[in-house]
Every structure is written in structure tokens, then in C-alpha cells.
């Protein structure tokens, strides 16, 4: 009997070998990151300002602040501020 | 740390690029990825770290003994060894507060003096879960069905390994174990699902999900006299909604981030609220339970094979402690029950409904796929609340239509029905979605991928509630 029933899509997948090649993914990963980091940098930055005080909080903000002020400099946070606004006003 | 926090983001990066920096040298990737486990898990309370650790090593120290001694005897020391290891275990961490809790309440009512110890137990996050998989381990390995584990590290990182180490899926040991103790990088990622999946659970999980816990399930679950019949109904449907937005969207995120690090793990729901009978809801919901329930607990009672009323017996006996697994209460035990006596009806009824089910079209299909709803909906009243009590005000609430709806929105119901939507979008149906993706450039995913991301945080509410299932 089949353990997970026979609608396994994932496995089904692997054997068409669906998907990309592990260069295209890893190039596809690191751009996402970076778009990502910056388009958020400033709701990093902010959510990061909200921790408990301590060691922990300084090392987070050490690397939230120049992030957030590169993503300043690109304007890549209006959106997501925009999207807020409009999503919770 | 839960999925949807910067610190994981931030330590799944981390393990993703050592993970294809090393996974040619076995060895040392293994370690990485066994210290990488351990640490996600050591994040919650460190002091767990122990409790996973001495699970590793007993476990496969009986199965390695089941493979040294051979005779029947023997083989059948180390399984009761082992079962009673983590029963035992899961008993003491999880049941140990509500038995003796029981046996006072027995005791008082006979007026029989009782004093037995009171102990203030964590309940070790995730405990359920890798319990469960030692179990389909040992028991495989005692029935012939897998080999023990070549190394303890194998076994080990099998049953630490982070993804799903929390809140499931429970992945069998013969089909991940494998995978892990010999990886075979696959010549393609499955990137297209791996990001519906992990965008797809974030969107289900931060913005349905909390919406609907913070906006209706919450409020009417607390305090149901004040609500009337609508809301409370509105209540019930958003908390069926809810849950399956919660645990699908963790189940699917752990799926997807172990696409990314090149392993297969199977699916653990596939619209379960499509499904046209509860056997059929069964199949669809919590894959990875009601499977394991089937083949190491109702099986091995007997089945179906040895009469009706033992087919009955087997079922309800089944129920009770997949109830009783999702925590201890009786309202748990109640949830169980409901659905034992739902599948004993619908067998003596119909035989094997889910058999004809796919004959059923348009509105007959539809219409027992709305009574399937409302009876797990209804079900969901007593998993939901907080005691046998909150349950019946709960009752006494949907018989209340006098009073006026007050959480009744467009949102709401937007919200409610996004959920229901997602049962159509099954996941052949969302395979043209993936391959769309899969064939895009590098950069078009990319800013496709931060897009959507920037649009469901930005949806969301600040801060993530954690996962339900993680109280399991």
C-alpha cells in the first residue's frame, strides 16, 4: 500500500525531472534575496527597533541599519509602504 | 524560530548555500546538517536538546539490535523496548498533568484519599511529531519493511532534520532516510513549486490565517454568548478555514524549503475540504497522520477484516487516540469521537463511499461536499475550544438567531472564502502555475518572487501568531 496515497505531485516531478538547473536556481535565490532585503530593509530595520534591548538587539542592528539605509537610497521600500497604507487606512 | 521570521530567513540562507557548498563531502555534510537541526530545535528551549538526542540513540540502538539478534524473541524485546520508550515518553511530557488530573477527579467523586505528585511539565515543542517518526522506524525495521540505518548520524539527522521536525509532515523513515544518509542531488530544482509552495504557505498563514484568528475565530471562541448565531457560524467556518490555512501552510513551507536544499518530501494535505466523504476527508487532511494511523495502528488492530462490528470498533479505537494525539483534553478525545462515529455511519450507510465518490458529479458532489464541511466544521467547535463547556456555549450560540450579526464584513468573507478557494486549486491543477514559473528567466522569478513577498507582508498584520499544530 502506498504510504502517502498514489496523489504524491512531488514525486511524480522528480522522475519528469521538473524544474531548473541548480545554477538558475541559485542565481534566481541570491537576486530574490537581495531585491527582497531591500524592498524591505526599512520594515526590517523597524521590526528589528522593536526587540528587547540586549546584545542580541545591537548585532540585529548593526547589519538592519546600513540595510535599511541602502534600501533608502533605492526607494525599493515605497512600495511595500504604499501597499501597507492601502491595505490597513 | 518559525518559518516566517527573519531569524529563519536568515538562518535557512545560511544553511541553504553550506548545504550545496558541502553535500559533496557526506560527511561533513551531515554533521552540518545534524548541527543546523539541533540548533533550530535548540532555539526553542536548549534544554530539549537532550530529549531528541537520547530518542536518536535508543531508537536506533533497537533497531540495530533487531538486526543483530534474529530470533522472534528477541526482535520483539527491542520493539516493545522501543515502543514503550516513546509512548512513555510522549505519556510523561504530554498526558502525565491531564491523567493525574483524571485520577483526582475519580478519586474525589469515590471519596477515595489520593495524593499523587503535581509536576509543572513543558510540553517539548514538536514532540508528537518525531516521536511518531521513531515509531514508523522501529516498527518498520521490525517488520521487514526498511534496514536499519547504516549510522547513528543517518538516523539521527532523519529525525532532526529541521524542516519538518516541528510540526510534520511525519515523514516515514524509509522515505526520507534514505534520501539523507546517501543525497543524490537532483539534476533539477523544482523551483517554481518550491516558491508557491513557500509564498503560497506564507500568504495562507500570515495573512488568512491571522486575519481570520484575530478578526472572528478568537473573539466568538472567547466569549460565545455575546455573539449569535451568524457570527458564531462565521466563527466555525473561519476556524475550519484557519486551521487548514495554518497547519497546510507549514506542512507546505517545509515542503518547499526541502525542494530548495534537493530532497523529496511527500504532500501532507490535498484539498481536504473538496473532499465528498469523510473517509474522502481522510485521505486529503494531515496525509502523513491518518496514513501512519491506518498502517501502524488501525491495520495492526485488525482492520475491516475481521467482521463488521470489529471493523467499527477498530475505527472508533483509531479515532480516539488521533483525538487524544492532538493534545490532553477531552475535547480532543470528543473531535476524535465525532469523526470515528462519522466513518462508522457513513461505512454502514454506503459501504466505501470514497470508492463511488469520484463517480458523484456537479451538484450531488457539491452538495456532499458542503455536508462533509459542515460536519467537520462541526467537529472543529470541540477542537477548538478550550473545554467541554466553551463547547456547548459554542452549541447554544448557532441556535441564537436573534441577535444581529456584529463581525459580518466583506473582508470576512472574502477571507473565509479564499480559503474554500484554494480546494479547487488542487495541486495537478497548479502545475501549469509551477512550469510557467520554472520556464521564466533567473531575474523575472526573482522580482516576481520579491513582488509577491513585499505584497503579503505588506497584507499581513505585524508579528506572527505561532503555528497550531505546534502545541501538538
Known amino acids: 500500500m502506498e504510504p502517502y496515497g498514489s496523489n504524491d505531485i512531488g514525486r511524480q516531478r522528480r522522475h519528469a525531472e521538473a524544474g531548473v538547473s541548480r545554477r538558475h536556481a541559485a542565481l534566481a535565490i541570491i537576486l530574490f534575496c537581495m531585491l527582497a532585503a531591500l524592498m524591505n530593509g526599512v520594515a526590517i530595520r523597524d521590526s528589528v527597533a522593536l526587540k528587547p534591548y540586549g546584545p542580541a538587539r545591537r548585532v540585529w542592528m548593526l547589519a538592519a541599519e546600513p540595510l535599511a539605509a541602502v534600501a533608502e537610497r533605492t526607494r525599493l521600500p515605497m512600495l511595500r509602504e504604499t501597499l501597507e497604507k492601502w491595505f490597513h487606512d | ?472
Not at chain 2, 96 to 108: D, K, T
Not at chain 2, 287 to 292: D, K, M, R, Y
Not at chain 2, 393 to 403: A, G, Y
Open chain 2, 1 to 472: 524560530m518559525i518559518f516566517p521570521t527573519l531569524e529563519f530567513a536568515l538562518f535557512f540562507l545560511v544553511v541553504l548555500s553550506t548545504h550545496w557548498l558541502l553535500y559533496r563531502f557526506s560527511g561533513i555534510w551531515k554533521w552540518f546538517l545534524l548541527g543546523a537541526s539541533y540548533f533550530f530545535y535548540g532555539y526553542w528551549d536548549w534544554r530539549f536538546l537532550g530529549l531528541l538526542a537520547s530518542s536518536s540513540i535508543l531508537n536506533h540502538a533497537c533497531a540495530k539490535g533487531m538486526q543483530h539478534f534474529t530470533g522472534a524473541r528477541a526482535r520483539k524485546t527491542f520493539l516493545v523496548l522501543a515502543v514503550i520508550f516513546n509512548l512513555g515518553t510522549i505519556a510523561f511530557f504530554k498526558y502525565y498533568g491531564f491523567f493525574i488530573e483524571q485520577a483526582y477527579l475519580l478519586a474525589f467523586r469515590f471519596g477515595i484519599p489520593c495524593s499523587l505528585p503535581l509536576l509543572d511539565i513543558i510540553l517539548p515543542v514538536g514532540i508528537s511529531f518525531f516521536t511518531f517518526q521513531a515509531l514508523s522506524y522501529v516498527i518498520d525495521v521490525y517488520r521487514g519493511a526498511m534496514q536499519p540505518t547504516g549510522r547513528m548520524l543517518d538516523f539521527a539527522l532523519y529525525l532532526s532534520f529541521f524542516p519538518q521536525l516541528v510540526a510534520g509532515p511525519i515523514v516515514r523513515a524509509r522515505d526520507l532516510a534514505p534520501q539523507l544518509a546517501a543525497f543524490q542531488p537532483p539534476p533539477r530544482i523544482d523551483l517554481g513549486r518550491a516558491a508557491f509552495l513557500i509564498l503560497g504557505g506564507l500568504f495562507k498563514k500570515t495573512v488568512i490565517a491571522n486575519y481570520l484568528a484575530q478578526t472572528v475565530v478568537d473573539p466568538v471562541f472567547a466569549y460565545p454568548d455575546a455573539y449569535g448565531a451568524i457570527d458564531t457560524l462565521l466563527a466555525v467556518y473561519g476556524y475550519a478555514v484557519q486551521i487548514y490555512c495554518d497547519f497546510s501552510a507549514y506542512s507546505d513551507m517545509a515542503i518547499g524549503f526541502c525542494l530548495l536544499l534537493g530532497i523529496h518530501i511527500p504532500i501532507n494535505f490535498d484539498a481536504p475540504y473538496s473532499a465528498t466523504s469523510i473517509q474522502d476527508f481522510w485521505r486529503r487532511w494531515h496525509i502523513s497522520l491518518s496514513t501512519f494511523l491506518r498502517d501502524y495502528l488501525y491495520i495492526p488492530l485488525g482492520g475491516s477484516r475481521q467482521g463488521v462490528a470489529r471493523g467499527y470498533r477498530n475505527l472508533m479505537v483509531t479515532f480516539l487516540l488521533g483525538g487524544l494525539w492532538h493534545g490532553a483534553a477531552w475535547t480532543f478525545i470528543i473531535w476524535g469521537a465525532l469523526h470515528g462515529i462519522y466513518l462508522c455511519i457513513e461505512r454502514a450507510i454506503a459501504g466505501r463511499p470514497a470508492k463511488r465518490a469520484a463517480a458523484i458529479t456537479g451538484w450531488r458532489r457539491f452538495g456532499r461536499q458542503c455536508l462533509v464541511f459542515n460536519l467537520v466544521g462541526l467537529s472543529w467547535i470541540f477542537f477548538r475550544s478550550q473545554t467541554f463547556a466553551d463547547a456547548g456555549r459554542m452549541l447554544h450560540s448557532l441556535s441564537n438567531w436573534s441577535s444581529a450579526p456584529q463581525l459580518l464584513s466583506v473582508t470576512l468573507l472574502l477571507a473565509i472564502l479564499a480559503g474554500l478557494a484554494s480546494q479547487i486549486l488542487d495541486n495537478r491543477r497548479q502545475q501549469r502555475l509551477w512550469d510557467a514559473f520554472n520556464r521564466l528567466p533567473a531575474i523575472a522569478q526573482a522580482v516576481l518572487g520579491a513582488l509577491v513577498l513585499v505584497a503579503i507582508l505588506a497584507m499581513g498584520p505585524r508579528g506572527v501568531a505561532p503555528f497550531i499544530y505546534f502545541q501538538f
